[in-house]
């Protein structure tokens, strides 16, 4: 499974994006896709994960009720759309596929190349 991020860029504090993750080389609907998280020196965050048929969603308490996650099986695609945003969401974002349902990075199997969300004060 190949995946693709895209979307980020640099917004101010309060505003919004969404991030893409284009999928391919495999059966979508069979992946749990989650985001993820990081910045310089620090682990990989979980953000907010979705099941295969996009019905179950799940997301990290520092994200609740700001970001969305949904996914498009018809597109291979999955979807974070972040309202609220803060400075302290910049990171880059990363999104991945896997079988489990996790939180944990090590449980994902493949990963997309990652974006770059820059929010100023």
């Known amino acids: 499974v190949q995946l693709q991020a895209s979307g980020g860029g640099l917004v101010q504090a309060g505003g919004s994006l969404r991030l893409s993750c284009a999928a391919s080389?495999?059966?979508?609907?069979?992946?749990?896709m989650g985001w993820f998280r990081q910045t310089p020196g620090k682990e990989r965050e979980f953000v907010a994960r979705t099941s295969g048929s996009g019905g179950s969603t799940y997301y990290a308490d520092s994200v609740k009720g700001r970001f969305t996650i949904s996914r498009d099986n018809a597109k291979n695609t999955v979807y974070l759309v972040m309202n609220s945003l803060k400075p302290g969401d910049t990171a880059v974002y990363y999104c991945a596929a896997g079988r489990a349902w996790a939180t944990t990075a090590t449980r994902y199997d493949y990963w997309g190349q990652g974006t770059l969300v820059t929010v100023s004060s």
């Open positions: 080389g495999g059966t979508f609907s069979g992946y749990v």
